[in-house]
């Protein structure tokens, strides 16, 4: 089992930043690629990013390139998101996720947060 707990959501004005981290404990940290994942009111969850075990590879959905940033401390079993730019339609819960392969589909993925929810306002 892999525990995730997010924070660092709130409410923020559009063209703002946010940092956003996950917390995981259990299995090892470093055995799993990590995601963030978001869903807003009324539609599917959908793929933010994604990192490797080892934080040497990183994947984005189109509409996040060059405004979001995920890293991740394996020393610290932490992942993090950077979020620049901010839009109101960034705004959702954000979902921090953990898988042992692939990247961008939720079916990847075995264990998931709570979720911390992200407002932007106009």
């Known amino acids: 089992q892999v525990q995730l707990v997010e924070s660092g959501g709130r409410l923020v004005q559009a063209g703002g930043s946010l940092r956003l981290s996950c917390a995981a404990s259990?299995?090892?940290?470093?055995?799993?690629?990590m995601g963030w994942f978001r869903q807003a009111p009324g539609k599917e969850r959908e793929f933010v990013t994604a990192?490797?075990?080892?934080?040497?590879?990183?994947y984005y959905a189109d509409s996040m390139k060059g405004r979001f940033t995920i890293s991740r401390d394996n020393a610290k079993n932490t992942v993090a998101l950077q979020m620049n730019s901010l839009k109101p339609e960034d705004t959702a819960v954000y979902y921090c996720?953990?898988?042992?392969?692939?990247?961008?589909?939720?079916?990847?993925?075995?264990?998931w947060g709570q979720g911390t929810q992200v407002t932007v306002s106009s």
């Open positions: 996720a953990a898988a042992r392969w692939g990247w961008s589909l939720i079916t990847n993925y075995d264990y």
């Open positions: 259990g299995r090892t940290f470093s055995d799993y690629n």
């Open positions: 990192i490797s075990r080892n934080g040497d590879k990183t």
